[in-house]
């Protein structure tokens, strides 16, 4: 745990790490000044056929730390390559016709205090409204502030119909699970279960569990509450386990699995995300797939390794339905990867039907949801201590905002269909995104009214 310090009332509290600290330990930048994108320091990604050219490019070959790594997932089509000032590498690679890129950082829509977007985390109306973040002390005091997350009631049990039921892939920070402590980064999945008792019916297990990320790679199978260990929840602690609710509420006969895509704070870059959803597609099992991160790019250009996945395995006769959230940046800049043609995008409604304050919109969203005060699923943390104050103190259940619980009710929605219509996922998603007479809001898209 992290050194303590003082609240201004006598009391010890452990230091938070910030920010700006996290992200310098996860090798993430900012960038793009008034049009801001993340990235990941070090790294860039360039079409595999264009690697002999790019060897040849004198800064290129100088800055190459290690042997470039294929995407393989994709058949390296993409590589990743460690160099020393990325960004000038970059403009150099392109100035001699490389399609290159940085490694894009994405984030879970609440996590962005990272920076990805700032309209969301900065405007007061949200943060400090007590409407929304109940105790407007605790939210908006930078010594206890964390997750955006608020304690909520239980919601009535649900039960999973006989018979089976559509695949539902959520993509994020992972589920939380019970079973035997162990210091094993590894462990058979059938080792574990999930800890939320509304998920045990739903939820599918690979059959390896990793229980903490590795070097390399942030992601984790488990939904981890604080992996820095600074005694607060992580930005993005529980935000897999809450999709994963409402996934199976509203598509209750569905097996819900988790896929471990960004870290518990929330970030996860372009690679490592490709190869996460080209995991999924490899599978071969039909299904819907949720992703509610994103994030924007430099000069808005579709992220290169997420952009080969799709191109490769997002097929319109193909068996796999991809959902994503639109972001919370109140703005019409494209978010990726929901701005892919082959991704419905969703954006976020409020609780009287009109569009969120911090909804992104424009003529790439294809459909809206409710997106405010949503409740479901989440971690059981037994919070911090702070005097006679109990902090960030969770029994299983939480409300939220965003338009990353939004786009789970789309794809429950899309769920729903197959089972009731006994039809394909694109069949589905047909039906209840795209066809022909439903209610459409401009710049936002298809209605789906699930609460």
């Not at 105790?135 to 909520?152: E, I, L, R």
């Not at 009631?153 to 992972?174: F, Y």
């Not at 104050?389 to 905002?401: I, K, R, V, Y």
């Amino acid at each position: 745990m992290a050194a303590k310090g003082d609240d201004g009332n006598g009391h010890e509290t452990p230091e938070r790490i910030e920010v700006g600290e996290e992200r310098r330990r996860r090798g993430i930048g900012i960038a793009g000044g008034a049009a801001p994108f993340a990235y990941r320091r070090g790294q860039l990604l360039l079409p595999g056929r264009d690697l002999d050219a790019a060897m040849r490019v004198k800064a290129f070959a100088a800055a190459l730390e290690v042997e470039p790594e294929p995407l393989a997932i994709a058949d390296g089509e993409v590589v990743r390559a460690r160099v020393a000032g990325e960004r000038d590498v970059v403009q150099a690679l392109r100035s001699s016709g490389i399609r290159a890129q940085l490694n894009h950082v994405l984030f879970t829509d609440n996590a962005t205090a990272f920076g990805a977007n700032p309209a969301y985390q900065s405007n007061p109306a949200y943060q400090s409204n007590p409407a929304y973040q109940s105790n407007p002390a605790y939210q908006s005091n930078p010594v206890y502030a964390s997750t955006t997350a608020v304690p909520a009631s239980p919601l009535p049990p649900w039960h999973r119909p006989s018979g089976g039921g559509p695949l539902i892939v959520v993509l994020d920070s992972g589920l939380q699970t019970a079973g035997k402590e162990t210091d094993e980064v590894e462990v058979p999945g059938s080792s574990r279960s999930p800890a939320h008792s509304g998920l045990k019916e739903h939820a599918v297990l690979p059959e390896t569990w990793r229980m903490a990320p590795l070097d390399d790679d942030p992601r984790a199978d488990e939904d981890l509450a604080d992996e820095n260990g600074d005694g607060y929840l992580d930005r993005a602690a529980g935000h897999g386990t809450f999709i994963a609710g409402i996934a199976a509420r509203l598509c209750p006969t569905a097996d819900v699995r988790t896929a471990a895509a960004v870290s518990s704070f929330g970030d996860g870059d372009d690679f490592t995300l490709a190869a996460a959803l080209g995991e999924v597609f490899a599978d071969g099992r039909p299904c819907v797939v949720n992703m509610s991160f994103g994030g924007h790019t430099e000069h808005d250009e579709p992220p290169l390794a997420m952009e080969a996945i799709i191109r490769q395995h997002a097929k319109p006769d193909g068996p796999t339905v991809l959902v994503a959230s639109a972001g919370n940046s109140s703005t019409c800049r494209p978010n990726w990867p929901a701005a892919f043609n082959d991704v419905i995008a969703v954006a976020a409604l409020d609780r009287c039907g009109r569009p969120a304050w911090f909804t992104n919109y424009g003529h790439w969203v294809d459909a809206c949801a409710p997106g405010v005060d949503v409740v479901s699923t989440f971690l059981h943390h037994p919070g911090l201590t702070v005097g006679d104050t109990t902090l960030e103190e969770f029994d299983g259940w939480a409300s939220w905002s965003g338009s990353s619980f939004a786009a789970p009710k789309v794809a429950a929605a899309i769920g729903r269909e197959m089972v009731v219509s006994d039809i394909e996922p694109r069949q589905a998603a047909h039906r209840v995104v795209h066809a022909y007479g439903l209610f459409r809001l401009p710049n936002l898209g298809t209605l789906v009214n699930l609460l």
